[in-house]
Antibody, heavy 120, light 110 residues
């Protein structure tokens, strides 16, 4: 059974850095083709892809957010960490992590999401 | 960068068939797989179609996907509509290493 779960702060202050952790089970980065990505969703709005990390440690970022993002993985812990700097109230939303199949470029399993609010 | 454009909302009656479109702004629709996700209120997304027309196990065959090169668009068709199909639906595709989601379509089954 494949599961993913996001964890991190529910509230961050403007200009602070957000750090989110995705802990997963049922698959491993030792498998070729596996990736884990982050997707966010502002309240009442559409999904937006943020970042991806692949089994071979290749990393990809949304062009609109790239300067603020870092994604890393810990293969032994089955975890992926996303950091986003200089948080702003417009960054409020639910942040999802999801397993990514690099062979067909889609997110096949999703976490439940974690709501992040940016407010002073 | 390209965009995927979906209708904001569609509605149809139970038992009927509905089609949701997803139009790619640049780049050939046939060159990159299109995937579809369902998001029910208060829940995370789940995949209903991947690889243009492949259904994951557990997704009923009432759901089907297709692409149309002439209109540079993809479509999700749901037949035999049920009330539980009421949800938001998102298409997703990519270019190089940029993943893009459509703006989402709210399906109302009334």
């Amino acid at each position: 059974q494949i599961t993913l779960k996001e964890s991190g702060p529910t509230l961050v202050r403007p200009t602070q850095t957000l750090t989110l952790t995705c802990t997963f089970s049922g698959f491993s980065f030792t498998t070729s083709g596996v990736g884990v990505g982050w997707v966010r969703q502002p309240p009442g709005k559409a999904l937006e892809w943020i970042a991806l990390i692949y089994w071979n440690d290749d990393k990809r970022y949304s062009p609109s957010l790239e300067s603020r993002l870092t994604i890393t993985k810990d293969t032994s812990k089955n975890q992926v960490v996303l950091t986003m700097t200089n948080m702003d109230p417009v960054d409020k939303g639910t942040y999802y992590c999801a397993r990514f199949s690099s062979w067909t470029n889609f997110f096949d399993y999703w976490g439940q999401g974690t709501l992040v609010t940016v407010s002073s | 960068n390209f965009m995927l454009t979906q209708p904001h909302s569609v509605s149809e009656s139970p038992g009927k068939t509905v089609t949701i479109s997803c139009t790619r702004s640049s780049g050939s629709i046939g060159s990159y797989f299109v995937h579809w996700y369902q998001q029910r209120p208060g829940s995370g997304p789940t995949t209903v179609i991947h690889g243009n027309n492949q259904r994951p196990s557990g997704v009923p065959d009432r759901f089907s996907g297709s692409i149309d090169s002439s209109s540079n668009s993809a479509s999700l068709t749901i037949s035999g509509l049920r009330t539980e199909d009421e949800a938001d639906y998102y298409c997703q595709s990519y270019e190089l290493n940029n993943q893009v989601f459509g703006g989402g379509t709210k399906l109302t089954v009334l």
